[in-house]
């Protein structure tokens, strides 16, 4: 049985696909009169026009915000829309000439591709594309507005272009540089906790540098600068999964969670959270905005943060150069590791003279130079942690002579995924939570292969 003429058209076009899989993504011989995609420049982009199925998208830059103006009018997605114009900030070489018509073989006609136009100011465009597929490996199919010429190029992808206007909405809720952020309002049913740095300039380094956080009003707390440093980052660019009617949820008179966000230049913005009518997400509307952002409901339940999670969860801070012995002390089970300050290698002194796990032993001294907890333990006492009878010991001794200590007791259960162990440094609270799973890779250093 002979094929039909559209399976023939098909298997040839497949054929000819695959050869372009094949070519490399480079100016190929005897094509060097091959166009360019010129380059430029980023901060001259005034605007930008996409097209497809005749649904034209028009984006608008003001500053250094985006904005929708056509078919729908709101904010646009900045951050994206930085990324795609930064793709066009070099020359892009078109690297290889595939054919002349046959439009629909590669999505380039009317019915199936997105055409693209930057401007920098002008009435006419600065760039101006036709892209149809997308190849495995990075390049895209297009052609020129006006020619039936099919080209390959790299231009980052189709998909890159091909959205529907609503999918070009801003989905970020800040959108803000967190390196500018000098204070944290967190208000849930713990009450509200107030996180506050300064940033400043030295005469070595003229661009500001910030502070530590600090906790108002409660001035002999010492926050977790990691845990601080990462909800500032996390905040500046918290992304919706969806975007609601101004009106959808309910609860916004009264809020389940709250935060606002201070920047240096003294501005406020502030989120308020409640519960989403599905599992595993939150709502949040941001002050100013008529969107409701749907999110996940980890940012609700971080909202109402107490302050234990913001206590300080570094156990020790040590010079790993200036380690002399590791101890491990487990009932009457005791292992001593000294290195050598000549060859820098390490050996097991006690109970007997033998080489050390060197990659075991180095991981070890570096997982207790800058040892974290998962959390501080709320209401723990020593005795019911396990740490008066603790089940191991270990112990670091510096070549200054000094030491430190951590005691490690039982074992529980931190929630169905994870397992922890109490623990405490030197013998005193507080009492922290450990990952289980990182306090056994402790011990793999001294024990027998």
Same mark, same amino acid.
């Given at each position: 049985?002979?094929?039909?003429?559209?399976?023939?058209?098909?298997?040839?076009?497949?054929?000819?696909?695959?050869? =372009?899989?094949?070519?490399?993504?480079?100016?190929?011989?005897?094509?060097?009169?091959?166009?360019?995609?010129?380059?430029?420049?980023?901060?001259?982009?005034?605007?930008?026009?996409?097209?497809k199925?005749?649904?034209?998208?028009?984006?608008?830059?003001?500053? $250094?915000? *985006?904005?929708?103006?056509?078919?729908?009018?709101?904010?646009?997605?900045?951050?994206? !829309?930085?990324?795609?114009?930064?793709?066009?900030?070099?020359?892009?070489?078109?690297?290889?000439?595939?054919?002349?018509?046959?439009?629909?073989?590669?999505?380039?006609d009317?019915?199936?591709?997105? /055409?693209?136009? =930057?401007?920098?100011?002008?009435?006419?465009?600065?760039?101006?594309?036709?892209?149809?597929?997308?190849?495995?490996?990075?390049?895209?199919?297009?052609?020129l507005?006006?020619?039936e010429?099919?080209?390959?190029?790299?231009?980052?992808?189709?998909?890159?272009?091909?959205?529907?206007?609503?999918?070009?909405?801003?989905? !970020?809720?800040?959108?803000?540089?967190?390196?500018?952020?000098?204070?944290?309002?967190? %208000?849930?049913?713990?009450?509200?906790?107030?996180?506050?740095?300064?940033?400043?300039?030295?005469?070595?380094?003229?661009?500001a540098?910030? /502070?530590? *956080?600090?906790?108002?009003?409660?001035?002999?707390?010492?926050? $977790?600068?990691?845990?601080?440093?990462?909800?500032?980052?996390?905040l500046?660019?918290?992304?919706?999964?969806?975007?609601?009617?101004?009106?959808?949820g309910?609860?916004?008179?009264?809020?389940?969670?709250?935060?606002?966000?201070? !920047?240096?230049?003294?501005?406020?913005?502030?989120?308020?959270?409640?519960?989403?009518?599905?599992?595993?997400?939150?709502? +949040?509307?941001?002050?100013?905005?008529?969107?409701?952002?749907?999110?996940a409901?980890?940012?609700?339940?971080?909202?109402?943060?107490?302050?234990l999670?913001?206590?300080?969860?570094?156990?020790?801070?040590f010079?790993?150069?200036?380690?002399?012995?590791?101890?491990?002390?487990?009932?009457?089970?005791?292992?001593?590791?000294? %290195?050598?300050?000549?060859?820098?290698?390490?050996?097991?002194v006690?109970?007997?003279?033998?080489?050390?796990?060197?990659?075991?032993?180095?991981?070890?001294?570096?997982? =207790?130079?800058?040892?974290?907890?998962?959390?501080?333990?709320e209401?723990?006492?020593?005795?019911?942690?396990?740490?008066? %009878?603790?089940?191991?010991?270990?112990?670091?001794?510096?070549i200054?002579? /000094?030491?430190?200590? =951590?005691?490690?007791?039982?074992a529980?259960?931190?929630d169905?995924?994870?397992e922890?162990?109490?623990? *405490?440094?030197?013998?005193?609270?507080?009492?922290?939570e450990?990952? +289980?799973?990182?306090?056994?890779?402790?011990?793999?250093?001294?024990?027998?292969?």
């Amino acid at each position: 049985m002979r094929p039909s003429r559209t399976t023939t058209i098909l298997l040839a076009v497949a054929a000819l696909l695959a050869v =372009l899989l094949l070519l490399p993504s480079t100016q190929h011989a005897g094509q060097t009169d091959l166009p360019v995609i010129s380059a430029i420049d980023p901060t001259a982009v005034t605007r930008i026009q996409l097209v497809k199925s005749g649904q034209t998208t028009v984006i608008e830059r003001e500053d $250094d915000r *985006w904005y929708l103006r056509q078919p729908l009018q709101a904010e646009a997605d900045s951050s994206s !829309l930085r990324s795609l114009v930064q793709t066009f900030t070099k020359d892009i070489p078109i690297d290889l000439r595939i054919d002349e018509g046959n439009l629909e073989d590669y999505l380039l006609d009317d019915s199936n591709n997105v /055409s693209f136009e =930057l401007f920098t100011g002008g009435s006419e465009p600065a760039i101006s594309l036709v892209m149809g597929k997308d190849l495995p490996g990075g390049s895209t199919i297009l052609r020129l507005p006006g020619s039936e010429v099919v080209y390959r190029a790299r231009i980052g992808g189709r998909h890159r272009f091909d959205r529907k206007a609503t999918e070009w909405r801003n989905r !970020l809720l800040l959108d803000i540089d967190p390196t500018q952020v000098v204070g944290m309002s967190l %208000q849930g049913p713990q009450g509200v906790l107030t996180f506050v740095r300064e940033l400043y300039a030295t005469e070595v380094q003229v661009e500001a540098q910030p /502070s530590p *956080w600090r906790l108002v009003d409660r001035e002999a707390f010492v926050p $977790d600068q990691t845990t601080l440093d990462l909800l500032a980052n996390s905040l500046s660019r918290i992304r919706a999964s969806e975007l609601h009617a101004p009106d959808f949820g309910t609860g916004w008179e009264a809020p389940e969670a709250s935060a606002e966000v201070v !920047l240096a230049d003294g501005s406020t913005l502030r989120i308020d959270v409640v519960t989403a009518p599905s599992d595993n997400a939150a709502l +949040a509307r941001v002050q100013g905005r008529p969107d409701v952002f749907r999110i996940a409901s980890t940012w609700l339940r971080r909202f109402q943060w107490g302050p234990l999670e913001f206590q300080d969860k570094n156990i020790f801070a040590f010079n790993l150069t200036q380690v002399d012995s590791l101890i491990l002390e487990e009932g009457s089970h005791r292992v001593r590791i000294q %290195q050598d300050l000549g060859s820098k290698m390490w050996r097991v002194v006690e109970p007997v003279v033998m080489d050390a796990d060197l990659r075991k032993t180095l991981y070890t001294v570096n997982a =207790l130079s800058d040892l974290r907890a998962l959390r501080v333990s709320e209401g723990s006492e020593p005795g019911a942690a396990g740490l008066d %009878q603790p089940r191991s010991r270990f112990v670091v001794e510096l070549i200054d002579g /000094s030491s430190v200590m =951590l005691e490690v007791g039982h074992a529980f259960q931190a929630d169905h995924r994870t397992e922890s162990v109490f623990a *405490w440094a030197n013998g005193r609270l507080p009492i922290y939570e450990l990952n +289980a799973e990182a306090y056994t890779r402790l011990r793999q250093a001294f024990l027998k292969n």
